[in-house]
Structures are given as C-alpha cells and as structure tokens.
C-alpha cells in the first residue's frame, strides 16, 4: 500500500527533516511508484554491479558471458534497461547463474536502494532485504531510514546540503544528471503546494464551516428572542 502522511512524518522524525525532503527522494529515485505489480518492487538491475558480485563470491564473470551479454558486463551502461516489470526478466536470469550475486545487483522500491546494501539497511541477509521491500512501500521507507542513518548520511537532509545528500546517496557523478538540482526543485515545488493545501484548508474547513453554521443559527434565535420581548414591551 502507499505511504500516508503519517508514515512519512513519522520517518521525517525518524531522521530529524523535512517529510517534503523524504517524498522527494521518492520522486527523483522512483516518479514516487514503489511497485511495478503486487509483490513486485520496482527494481533496475545493474550488470556490473553482477560483475562485481560474482566475482566477490569467487566466480569468474567471464565464463558466463556468452549470451548474458544484457547482464553481464564490466563497466556501467544503461544500453540493456528495460523499465518496469521487464527488469524482472534480466534479474530472473541472472539468478540463475548466481542468486545472491543477482539479488544483490538490483535496486528495490521507491528509494531504489541496492541489494548489496542489505546489511546497512538492517537485514541479516539479501533475501530478508528483497522480502521486505516487497512487502510495501512502508516497509521500503523503513529500509532508507535505516540506510540513511547507519551511513550517517540523514544530517545531509537535515541541513538541506542537496549536493552532499547527493554525492553519497547517487555517487560522485551525481552531478552529471542534476540529481542535487532535481531533488532540491522538487522539495521547493512541494512546500510550495504543502503550502497551499494548509491554506485552503483553514479557508475552507468543513468542521470550522459548521461551528460557524451553528454559531449564526443560535445568533438568529437571540435575535428572534429579542424582537419578540419588544413586541410585548
């Protein structure tokens, strides 16, 4: 299920920020869209990360290239993405070469945390990480909270220091795509519409309408009251 504004505060303490800086993680990293299908976290999988994997658990990457070409390969490139549910198709091959090696490849869920991270995010294994990002959305802010102060990276948030929040959470090359840039304009644009939702709220509250409604209704009655101890005087 989604996230609710509750949750999101909650986590926002959590890590002492901003919830309009944790929502907008959400939407530089994911379009805010954890699922591609029940159960199914959104998901990127990386075949260098899989490189690197293998070869972290003594297996030799290059015996397994041939005709694993779109998973396997040394240096980053997004040639071989496919988006969405498709993406399970590329980690559901790699598993068969290597299943931790391959879970541990992928980024889950709205804050698109990688596999091999499962340790800083709490998990005692890749599985328990894969199984708890595909349980919700709830449980993948959990995951980032965890994440975040581990690395002690939340003071980043905190101060609103995007391109230190960036260079750790998205790499030295952050600035190639604006990622401190696209994180900060977002966390204007949803202050700005918080903004304008308290506003309208407190012009247009439905419990403060019918106080008001009740209000002049008993002023009606007293003046009703009044014209008739008149009349009779």
Same mark, same amino acid.
């Given at each position: 299920?989604? /996230?609710?504004?509750?949750?999101?505060?909650?986590?926002?303490?959590?890590?002492?920020?901003?919830? &309009?800086?944790?929502?907008?993680? =959400?939407?530089?990293?994911?379009?805010?869209?954890?699922?591609?299908?029940?159960?199914?976290?959104?998901?990127?999988?990386?075949?260098?990360?899989?490189? !690197?994997?293998?070869?972290?658990?003594?297996?030799?990457?290059?015996?397994?290239?041939?005709?694993?070409?779109?998973?396997?390969?040394?240096? @980053?490139?997004? &040639?071989?993405?496919?988006?969405?549910?498709?993406?399970?198709?590329?980690?559901?091959?790699?598993?068969?070469?290597?299943?931790?090696?391959?879970?541990?490849?992928?980024?889950?869920?709205?804050?698109?945390?990688?596999?091999?991270?499962? &340790?800083?995010?709490?998990?005692?294994?890749?599985?328990?990480?894969?199984?708890?990002?595909?349980?919700?959305?709830?449980?993948?802010?959990?995951?980032?909270?965890?994440?975040?102060?581990?690395?002690?990276?939340?003071?980043?948030?905190?101060?609103?220091? @995007?391109?230190?929040?960036?260079?750790?959470?998205?790499?030295?090359?952050?600035? &190639?795509?604006?990622?401190?840039?696209?994180?900060?304009?977002?966390?204007?644009?949803?202050?700005?519409?918080?903004?304008?939702?308290? /506003?309208?709220?407190?012009?247009?509250?439905?419990?403060?309408?019918?106080?008001? !409604?009740?209000?002049?209704? /008993?002023?009606?009655?007293? =003046? =009703?009251?009044? !014209?008739?101890?008149?009349?009779?005087?």
């Amino acid at each position: 299920y989604m /996230i609710s504004e509750n949750e999101y505060k909650t986590a926002a303490i959590l890590i002492n920020c901003d919830p &309009q800086a944790v929502k907008s993680v =959400t939407d530089v990293e994911s379009h805010n869209r954890g699922f591609v299908a029940p159960n199914k976290p959104l998901i990127l999988f990386e075949g260098h990360i899989f490189w !690197r994997q293998l070869k972290k658990r003594g297996i030799d990457p290059l015996k397994y290239v041939k005709n694993n070409e779109d998973i396997l390969y040394v240096k @980053w490139t997004k &040639q071989y993405y496919k988006g969405g549910i498709k993406e399970y198709d590329r980690l559901n091959k790699a598993i068969k070469i290597n299943k931790d090696a391959a879970l541990a490849s992928a980024s889950y869920g709205l804050f698109q945390l990688m596999g091999f991270n499962y &340790q800083t995010c709490g998990c005692s294994s890749v599985d328990e990480f894969v199984t708890k990002n595909s349980q919700s959305e709830a449980q993948q802010l959990l995951l980032f909270c965890a994440f975040l102060k581990k690395n002690k990276w939340d003071i980043y948030l905190h101060n609103k220091d @995007w391109a230190n929040f960036a260079k750790h959470y998205n790499g030295p090359l952050y600035a &190639q795509n604006n990622y401190d840039k696209r994180v900060e304009e977002m966390v204007r644009k949803r202050i700005k519409k918080n903004l304008g939702k308290e /506003i309208l709220s407190e012009a247009f509250c439905p419990v403060e309408l019918e106080q008001q !409604r009740k209000i002049e209704v /008993i002023k009606n009655k007293l =003046t =009703t009251v009044q !014209r008739v101890d008149m009349v009779k005087e």
